[in-house]
């Protein structure tokens, strides 16, 4: 039932395998706005299964095992892939659309694809506990991720991709709603929350950037 689980994390591993041993592989693949202008769009998703380090793929992949599964097994193998799938392009296309002006901005990393699934995850089940390492509710991590990511996407501190984390989160809370409209009857109050926190985080960013 998990064959999708463990080809993506296969495919991430390969990838990042290759991309370490290998610097032209890595530069070829990697997401980067110049070479994007310049028509190579299929970096938008290949991207996506490089990473930086060894630790990174493991911190990436471990979040996917344990909530992949939850997805999948709610939505349905489709759903769940083009979650992480539309994560994966969204997260990018953020990151494309905040720094269009900067061609020398570059990222790696599954880490929008995996916020997707992560998010549709606490859309589909709010009251469960996520672990950081202290035990926060999920609905309450949902919302202050959003925030920090905003936050992140305003200072531009660190070598955090939060464009691309605040662009992944937003598609699986909206892919979810998509396929399980139910969900908002379920869960009315978080819903608006967090669709107005993503609108808002985004609204606030352009309007300092641009």
């Known amino acids: ?8 994390i296969g495919i991430n591993v390969l990838f990042t395998w290759q991309g370490l041993n290998d610097a032209s592989f890595f530069q070829k693949n990697l997401f980067n706005v110049g070479a994007v202008k310049r028509g190579e769009y299929y970096r938008l998703i290949t991207s996506g299964f490089l990473h930086a380090g060894w630790g990174h793929l493991l911190m990436n992949m471990i979040t996917l095992y344990f909530f992949f599964p939850v997805v999948q097994n709610y939505l349905g193998t489709h759903a769940a892939l083009a979650i992480y799938l539309g994560g994966l392009a969204g997260g990018n296309a953020l990151a494309y659309y905040f720094h269009r002006y900067d061609d020398w901005y570059s990222a790696v990393g599954a880490s929008g694809a995996v916020n997707a699934v992560v998010f549709s995850s606490i859309m589909l089940f709010p009251s469960m506990t996520i672990f950081m390492p202290f035990p926060v509710p999920a609905w309450l991590y949902a919302i202050g991720y959003l925030l920090y ?18 662009g ?21 109050v978080l819903s608006i929350i967090l669709i107005a926190v993503l609108i808002g985080g985004f609204g606030y960013v352009r309007s300092k950037k641009y």
């Open 168 to 188: 992944g989160a937003a598609v699986g809370l909206f892919l979810t709603l998509s396929v399980k409209p139910e969900l908002f009857q379920l869960h009315p």
């Open 1 to 8: 039932m998990f064959m999708w689980l463990y080809l993506i």
């Open 149 to 166: 990511s905003t936050f992140g996407m305003d200072r531009q501190q660190g070598n955090t991709g939060h464009e691309a984390h605040f």
